[in-house]
């Protein structure tokens, strides 16, 4: 079991919890499931006793009323479907005593102690523990990437990829360019991009993200590989740039969020971007970059593919800001990745989607 290097930081994101049952009812093992969606339905919070199956019965059966409401047939109905769950799940909690689960045979966390310190007893959403005790057991098991030599153990709220192909077209192309000496990842999440240009030679990387666990998984991620903080990998929680002064002949990656929309959460901000996210990026290549250095952006279009938008944000940006960038290199791979048969709807979308990486030289 992975003990954590350093002191976890006060500001680290954590899911939201309550100290007092005030306003909750207490629902027992036997409580027909529509008496409790009755009381959701009437505004009341509720904590669940009994079993870790009790609780687990009931998160299902909301889960399929859910989709009884607003059935899944497209990525709208989708995010219909995400927010009703959400209002449902967010009312329905468990208690947690001396970072313990209050119910029987739940799965122990260390993280209920260690994130929580400061309390003996509380209580947290329940769908807020499934996502935690998944998140450890990614942090313990890790995950092999087919571009880097060893795996990664992405900790809790951050942002890592699930697929591959944008991380290949992009692994593909440093492994043709020998000359970058340092490079900045922006939005590095878990720091996949940061390892890949590790292997391929890059000597110094400066990795910035908003996101305080992102900045705090990296820097347990370097300590499990022996690698020295700020070394080869230099992790700071900042926007875009950060401190990053580029010089002549450095790289700079973005693998920005491909889906235009609001980000409810830290994590959520990987995946979508608000109006003017783009433009704000390029300003910045603008004021931060000299001549010569190359951008490397990841994209796909799945947004454009799945309806969301007819919009392509990089392509616009690159008339907008012809005077200061322009195009080296523009690939496309058709995604290989499939879904899973129970998703038909993100699979009509894959046949057509494309990852992209586009590269571009400041003026």
């Known amino acids: 079991m992975h003990t954590f290097s350093a002191k976890i ?8 919890i309550r100290t007092a049952a005030d306003g909750m009812r207490e629902v027992k093992p036997g409580t027909p499931f529509r008496q409790i969606k009755k009381i959701l339905d009437s505004g009341y919070n509720c904590y669940l006793t009994g079993t870790y199956g009790f609780a687990l019965s009931v998160h299902s059966w909301l889960k399929k009323e859910s989709l009884k409401l607003i059935p899944i047939v497209d990525y709208a109905a989708w995010r219909q479907h995400k927010q009703i769950l959400h209002e449902y799940q967010s009312r329905v909690w468990i208690k947690i005593s001396k970072g313990r689960p209050n119910i029987h045979k739940a799965p122990q966390n260390p993280w209920l102690s260690e994130f929580f310190s400061g309390y003996d007893d509380f209580f947290m ?7 935690m005790n998944g998140a450890r057991q990614w942090y313990e098991r890790g995950i092999q990437y087919p571009v880097v030599n060893h795996r990664l153990f ?7 990829p699930t697929r591959f192909d944008h991380l290949c077209l992009f ?3 440093i492994s043709s360019e020998k000359d ?14 940061s390892f890949i240009m590790r292997k391929q030679g890059v000597s110094f990387i400066h990795a910035t993200d908003t996101n305080p666990n992102a900045i705090f998984g990296l820097m347990e991620e370097l300590h499990r590989h022996g690698i020295m903080h700020g070394d080869i990998i230099f992790p700071e929680q900042a926007d875009l740039f950060g401190s990053f002064v580029p010089g002549p002949g450095d790289l700079v990656v973005f693998n ?3 889906i235009p929309g609001k980000a409810e959460t830290a994590l959520d901000s990987a995946s979508y971007y608000p109006d003017g996210f783009f433009e704000r990026f390029f300003n910045e290549i603008r004021t931060r970059c000299i001549k010569g250095t190359t951008i490397a952006i990841l994209f796909s ?16 940006a690159l008339q907008q800001f012809s005077k200061d960038v322009h195009l080296l290199i523009h690939d496309k791979k058709p995604v290989s990745e499939q879904p899973g048969k129970y998703k038909s709807w993100i699979a009509d979308i894959r046949q057509n989607e494309h990852v992209e990486l586009f590269v571009l030289k400041k003026n």
């Open 154 to 160: 992405p900790f809790y709220g951050v942002y890592f």
């Open 9 to 16: 930081p006060g500001d680290l994101i954590r899911p939201a």
């Open 171 to 173: 692994d593909r192309w």
């Open 256 to 258: 920005p969020p491909w």
């Open 125 to 131: 959403g329940f769908a807020d523990f499934l996502g």
């Open 180 to 193: 970058f000496r340092r490079a900045l990842d922006i939005g590095t999440g878990c720091g996949i991009l």
């Open 301 to 316: 279009d799945f947004a454009r593919v799945a309806g969301i938008t007819s919009r392509h944000p990089i392509e616009e």
